[in-house]
């Protein structure tokens, strides 16, 4: 940022908010199902299927997501085309 900048830093405790969130929701999860039985769950979890089915899922839902956020750019700001939005998708 340059000296002249307005930008000022959000509170500590505005900047720490998603984390606290974070802590308290996998409080309540750890509170519902006991650690030792979620572990045996993911130790049985089939994982070779789930990347299977994930990874192509992934790919399609940035491919679509890409698509919506290029013809949003369109409407408002002109031709723009679809490979010159992948990199604003990956942020």
């Known amino acids: ?8 830093r959000p509170p500590m405790v505005k900047r ?6 974070t802590i308290l ?5 750890f509170r519902q199902v006991p650690i030792e039985r979620l572990s ?5 979890a089939d994982h070779q299927r ?9 790919r399609i839902y940035f491919c679509w997501d890409t ?13 723009v ?5 992948l990199p604003a998708r990956a942020v």
């Open 1 to 8: 940022m340059a000296a002249d900048s307005t930008y000022t």
């Open 16 to 21: 720490a908010l998603p984390f606290l969130r």
């Open 25 to 29: 929701v996998l409080a309540v999860i």
């Open 40 to 44: 045996v769950a993911l130790r049985a």
């Open 50 to 58: 789930f990347r299977t089915l994930m990874i192509p899922n992934t």
């Open 67 to 79: 698509l919506i956020l290029t013809a949003a750019i369109r409407w408002f700001h002109g031709p």
């Open 81 to 85: 085309p679809f490979a010159s939005m």
